[in-house]
């Protein structure tokens, strides 16, 4: 793996850690993944995360639709580098899936046949991320597509 890859495939991972930093430091305690923290002992860990992070305030859109979009930019690039070798059809199936999830996540909450509450900028930011993961893997598949 390339130096270029290692550092596209961190992106990835830096976007998930800095969701989930955003929700430890700022969101409700009373989400799930709390409990996963506290049943893997690191319970005491985000407590101190939380009351350092207490005295900053973060602007709503950053509290609540960014940490979705990065979740999403990370599962899309994911799955977009892992169905590089994939052709055709298969390939844009497998592209359907974040845009799925992501975009499809948000409309169900819209239309109520999920729980949650619709945001605007969080489909919004979920298409942008989606189509940033979109444009690197794009630009793979070229580089790719051109060496053979």
């Known amino acids: 793996m390339s130096r270029v890859d290692v550092s596209k495939w961190t992106s990835a991972a830096a976007a998930l850690i800095a969701a989930a930093f955003i929700y430890y430091a700022w969101r409700t305690p009373a989400l799930a993944m709390f ?19 207490a005295a900053i305030v973060l602007p709503d859109v950053v509290l609540y639709s960014v940490p979705d979009a990065l979740w999403q930019y990370a599962f899309a690039f994911v799955v977009f580098r892992l169905s590089l070798p994939a052709r055709g059809l298969e390939r844009a199936l497998w592209w359907a899936i974040p845009i799925a999830i992501g975009v499809g996540l948000e409309l169900q909450q819209l239309a109520r046949l999920i729980e949650g509450t619709f945001d605007p900028m969080d489909l919004t930011l979920g298409i942008l991320a989606i189509a940033i993961a979109s444009g690197v893997a794009r630009r793979d598949l070229r580089v790719k597509e051109s060496s053979t």
């Not at 409990?35 to 992070?53: K, M, P």
């Open 35 to 53: 409990g996963w923290a506290e049943s893997l002992g690191l319970g005491g860990a985000v407590a101190a995360l939380r009351l350092r992070a």
